[in-house]
């Protein structure tokens, strides 16, 4: 296992959509270069007005609000609930989908993976008591804060994060514990990635 990554909001590399209709922090990937090649990926997309969504054929894709009103979308013509804050949504990258703002510009989180190569695992948890423990043995583990004040130990080592900020590990498939700290007043996203083959839960 290799010692766990902090990335910093401030130092996200900004992206073009592939239809070039907006732009997306890029938070972590496995592998590749510009939008083709990896395995995962995780970024932040500003989606200033209704439009469609560039196609990731291939891919397994999963979507949340963060900032503004919320979107609805039409995934091969088939309409959505409204998608406010906090509430995720898969769909297959193979798919046509269109967004339809609800309010204004937002600002959402994208999990997409490759499911020929990796399984996913994505939760938003919120007022959990602290500290909090908390154990996997994902080939990754991502955890995205949606505030300031939210730390996590593992094996004597802690980080803190801030609004924004992400926290990697990854490497092996061996039973780790994760203690959180500031879990209670600040959201955050847990992502478990399993390579396929690698048999573990």
């Given at each position: 296992?290799?010692?766990?990554?902090?990335?910093?909001?401030?130092?996200?590399?900004?992206?073009?959509w592939?239809?070039?209709?907006?732009?997306?922090?890029?938070?972590?990937?496995?592998?590749?270069?510009?939008?083709?090649?990896?395995?995962?990926?995780?970024?932040?997309?500003?989606?200033?007005?209704?439009?469609?969504?560039?196609?990731?054929?291939?891919?397994?894709?999963?979507?949340?609000?963060?900032e503004?009103?919320?979107?609805?979308?039409?995934?091969?013509?088939?309409?959505?609930?409204?998608?406010?804050?906090?509430?995720?949504?898969?769909?297959?990258?193979?798919?046509?989908?269109?967004?339809?703002?609800?309010?204004?510009?937002?600002r959402?989180?994208?999990?997409?993976?490759?499911?020929?190569?990796?399984?996913?695992?994505?939760?938003?948890?919120?007022?959990?008591?602290?500290?909090?423990?908390?154990?996997?043995?994902?080939?990754?583990?991502?955890?995205?804060?949606?505030?300031?004040?939210?730390?996590?130990?593992?094996?004597?080592?802690?980080?803190?994060?801030?609004?924004?900020?992400?926290?990697?590990?990854?490497?092996?498939?061996l039973?780790?514990?994760?203690?959180?700290?500031?879990?209670?007043?600040?959201?955050?996203?847990?992502?478990?990635?399993?390579?396929?083959?690698?048999?573990?839960?």
């Amino acid at each position: 296992m290799s010692l766990p990554r902090m990335l910093r909001a401030a130092d996200y590399p900004r992206m073009p959509w592939k239809n070039g209709a907006g732009s997306t922090l890029e938070i972590a990937r496995d592998a590749g270069e510009g939008l083709e090649g990896f395995g995962w990926r995780l970024s932040l997309a500003d989606v200033g007005e209704s439009g469609g969504f560039s196609a990731f054929n291939g891919y397994q894709r999963i979507i949340t609000v963060l900032e503004g009103a919320g979107m609805q979308l039409e995934v091969d013509d088939v309409r959505s609930r409204p998608l406010l804050a906090m509430d995720a949504f898969a769909f297959s990258g193979d798919s046509r989908v269109h967004c339809q703002l609800l309010g204004g510009a937002i600002r959402d989180f994208n999990l997409i993976y490759a499911p020929a190569r990796y399984r996913a695992r994505l939760q938003w948890s919120q007022g959990l008591p602290a500290p909090h423990q908390l154990f996997s043995s994902a080939s990754v583990l991502l955890l995205f804060s949606l505030e300031d004040g939210l730390s996590v130990s593992l094996e004597g080592r802690t980080e803190h994060l801030g609004r924004y900020d992400c926290w990697v590990c990854e490497g092996g498939a061996l039973l780790r514990e994760l203690r959180l700290t500031g879990a209670e007043q600040n959201g955050y996203a847990l992502i478990e990635l399993h390579a396929c083959g690698d048999q573990s839960t």
